[in-house]
C-alpha cells in the first residue's frame, strides 16, 4: 500500500444549474499529503464527494488509481470505496450507535483498519467509547471523525474541513497523529481547508479552486515567496510592475503598493532598489487571498 | 518558527547551519531523521528531507547508510567563511548607515569596539 492517484478529466458537477465543480482537470500524485485550498462555495467539498464516490459527476470523470486497483471510477465501485476514506465535518456517523459499534463498523468497511491504533487516539483525544455518537459534544465528534479517518489508513484519505469543530490543542493533536502515522505508512492524503497559514507546513502539494475551477496547482514551497508587494512613489511603481501579472493595487495619497505574482528576476529587483522601492516578500496566505479574491479585474 | 514567506525547506537549512556556526550541532553530531525533524516542527516529511538533501549536497551534512545524517567535520569553517565574507557588507554597512542617519560619530563606534576589545571577552 503506497497510495492511490487521482485523475479527473473535464469533472464537472451540477447543482441545477450552478456547476459546482467546473470542467475540471486534476491529477494528484499518489503518495503525497495535498492541500485543497479555496474559500466557501469554490466547489472543496463537492470534488471531495465526487472523488469518494459519494456522488456521480455530471460530467466527465474521475479516476483513482493504483498497482492493485489500476485505474477505475469510484462512483458504486466497492472496490475503490473501501479503499477511499472521506471525512466530513458532519461526521457522517449512525447517532444512535454507541462509539465502539462506529469502530465495528468501520473495522468491517476498512480493509486496511488499524483498531488499536484508533484505540489510542480515541484515548489522546479523550472520546468516551461507550457513549452514543449523539450525546457528543461537537468537538468530541470531530474527533472520533479524524480517529476514523487516520486509523483506516485508507490509501486515499480526505479530511474535508472535519477538524472545523475542534479546538486548537485538539487540532494540533490530529495534525502530529496525523504526521506521525503518515510518516510509517505513506499514503495519499488530502487536506480540505481555508485555514491555510495553520496547515500549510503539513502539505507538500497544493490546489486552489475558486467557482468550482482550477486557480493554480503547484508544490506549496514553490509558492511561497511567490509574490511580491512594490512600495513607493506611484509613478515609479506603475513603471516598474507594468509587464507583471498584478494582483493587487493600493494607495494611499502618492505612495502605491502593487502586489505581483511570480519571481523577480535580478536586474527589476536591482532597479526597484535603486529606485529606492521596497520590495517585499507575500505570505501563502495573503497570495490566496489575492489569487481567490471576489475582486473583478484582480487578476 | 516558520513563516510563509520563503520555502520551508530553505528555513530548515538555514536553521541546522545557524546550529553548526554557533557551536550548537558539533562535528561528525548526528541531526535528527527527517522523520523526527518532521514530527518535531510539525512540517510535511517531504519538505524536511529536501532541506536536508540540499545540506548533503553542499557539504554541510554526510549520510551513513541505514543510520542518519551527521555534521561533515569541516562544516563550520565552510560556514564560517562564507558569512565571513558577507560580514562586512551585510552587518557593518547597515549599522555604519543607521549610525549616519541617527549622528551617531563613526569615531564613537570605533572607540566603542576598541573597548571591547580590550575589555577581555572578545576572541
Known amino acids: ?299 | 518558527m516558520f513563516d510563509d514567506r520563503s520555502p520551508i525547506y530553505l528555513q530548515i537549512a538555514e536553521q541546522i547551519k545557524n546550529d553548526i556556526v554557533t557551536g550548537a550541532l558539533g562535528a561528525d553530531e548526528q541531526v535528527m531523521s527527517t522523520n523526527q525533524y518532521a514530527a518535531f516542527y510539525r512540517i510535511n516529511p517531504a519538505t524536511a528531507a529536501k532541506g536536508f538533501a540540499q545540506l548533503v549536497d553542499e557539504g554541510v551534512l554526510y549520510k551513513k547508510r541505514g543510520i542518519g545524517m551527521f555534521v561533515s567535520p569541516k562544516a563550520r569553517e565552510l560556514l564560517r567563511t562564507g558569512r565571513q565574507a558577507s560580514f562586512f557588507a551585510e552587518v557593518v554597512d547597515p549599522m555604519i548607515r543607521e549610525a549616519e542617519a541617527i549622528g551617531v560619530p563613526l569615531k564613537d563606534v570605533v572607540e566603542h569596539i576598541h573597548s571591547r576589545e580590550s575589555g577581555g571577552g572578545a576572541r
Open chain 1, 1 to 299: 500500500m503506497s497510495g492511490l492517484g487521482v485523475r479527473t478529466e473535464q469533472l464537472t458537477v451540477r447543482f441545477g444549474d450552478v456547476p459546482a465543480v467546473d470542467s475540471l482537470d486534476l491529477r494528484l500524485a499518489p503518495g503525497k499529503i495535498h492541500g485543497l485550498l479555496g474559500r466557501n462555495g469554490s466547489g472543496k467539498s463537492t470534488l471531495a464527494a465526487t472523488l469518494a464516490g459519494f456522488r456521480a459527476p455530471t460530467g466527465g470523470r474521475v479516476l483513482i488509481e493504483g498497482d492493485e486497483i489500476g485505474s477505475r471510477e469510484p462512483y458504486e465501485d466497492a472496490v475503490v470505496t473501501s479503499r477511499v476514506c472521506l471525512i466530513r465535518e458532519s461526521g457522517d456517523l449512525v447517532d444512535s450507535a454507541p462509539v465502539r459499534h462506529v469502530l465495528g463498523l468501520a473495522s468491517s468497511l476498512r480493509p486496511y483498519w488499524n483498531a488499536e491504533l484508533a484505540g489510542e487516539l480515541l484515548d489522546k483525544f479523550e472520546v468516551p467509547v461507550r457513549q452514543r455518537v449523539q450525546k457528543l459534544s461537537r468537538g468530541k465528534k470531530s474527533a472520533l471523525g479524524v480517529v476514523l479517518g487516520i486509523a483506516s489508513r485508507a490509501p486515499l484519505t480526505i479530511f474535508d474541513e472535519s477538524y472545523l469543530g475542534m479546538d486548537v490543542p485538539s487540532r494540533n493533536l490530529f495534525y502530529d497523529a496525523l504526521l506521525a502515522d503518515y510518516a510509517e505508512f505513506p499514503r495519499t492524503i488530502v487536506l480540505s481547508t481555508h485555514l491555510v497559514s495553520e496547515v500549510s507546513s503539513l502539505l507538500e502539494e497544493v490546489v486552489i479552486l475558486d467557482r468550482g475551477r482550477l486557480v493554480t496547482q503547484a508544490p506549496v514551497d514553490s509558492l511561497r515567496g511567490r509574490g511580491a508587494s512594490i512600495v513607493g512613489p506611484a509613478t515609479l511603481v506603475d513603471e516598474l510592475t507594468a509587464d507583471l501579472i498584478v494582483l493587487a493595487e493600493q494607495r494611499l495619497g502618492g505612495t502605491k503598493s502593487t502586489t505581483v505574482l511570480g519571481d523577480l528576476d535580478d536586474t527589476l529587483l536591482a532597479k526597484a532598489r535603486a529606485a529606492g522601492l521596497e520590495v517585499g516578500p507575500v505570505g501563502l496566505q495573503e497570495l490566496f487571498v489575492h489569487l481567490t479574491g471576489a475582486k473583478e479585474g484582480a487578476r
